[in-house]
C-alpha cells in the first residue's frame, strides 16, 4: 500500500520504511521490557505504554522530523541505496536479535526449559 502511494519507488521508500519500522520495533522492544520487568508480565503496562507511546512518537516525528526530512530527500539526489542498505541491515539485525524468529511468545527471557523450540 505504501509502496503504491509513494512518489518515489526506489531507495528513498525503501530508506522511510525501514527507518519507521526499525522505530517502531524499538517501541515494541521498550514496551515490552517495560512490561516484563515492571508489570509483571500481565500485559497491562504493555497497553497501556503502547497507547502513549506511539501517538506520541507519531506526533513528534510529524512535528519536528517531516520538514527537515523532506528538505533533505529534495536536497540530496545521491546515495540513498547505500544509506537504505545500511538500515536495512540495521534492520535485519535488530528483528533477529530480538528473537522474533520461530518463537512461540514475546517474552524476553525466552529460557530452554520453558518447552520453547530451542530446545
Known amino acids: 500500500m505504501f509502496h503504491v502511494m509513494s512518489e518515489d519507488k526506489r531507495f528513498k521508500f525503501l530508506l522511510s520504511f525501514c527507518l519507521a519500522d526499525t522505530t517502531s520495533l524499538w517501541v515494541m522492544a521498550v ?3 517495560l ?3 515492571l ?22 516525528a510529524w512535528r519536528y522530523l517531516r520538514k527537515p526530512y523532506l528538505e533533505l530527500q529534495d536536497a540530496v539526489k545521491k546515495g540513498w541505496g547505500v544509506l537504505a542498505g545500511m538500515i536495512v541491515l540495521y534492520y535485519m539485525l535488530l528483528y533477529l ?3 522474533h524468529c ?3 511468545n514475546c517474552d524476553p527471557c525466552y529460557a530452554k526449559e520453558e518447552g520453547g523450540r530451542g530446545e
Open 31 to 33: 514496551t515490552n521490557l
Open 35 to 37: 512490561d516484563f520487568y
Open 39 to 60: 508489570g509483571g508480565g500481565r500485559y497491562v503496562l504493555l497497553l497501556i505504554s503502547r497507547l502513549i507511546a506511539f501517538p506520541l512518537l507519531e506526533y513528534l
Open 97 to 99: 536479535a530480538g528473537g
Open 102 to 104: 520461530g518463537r512461540d
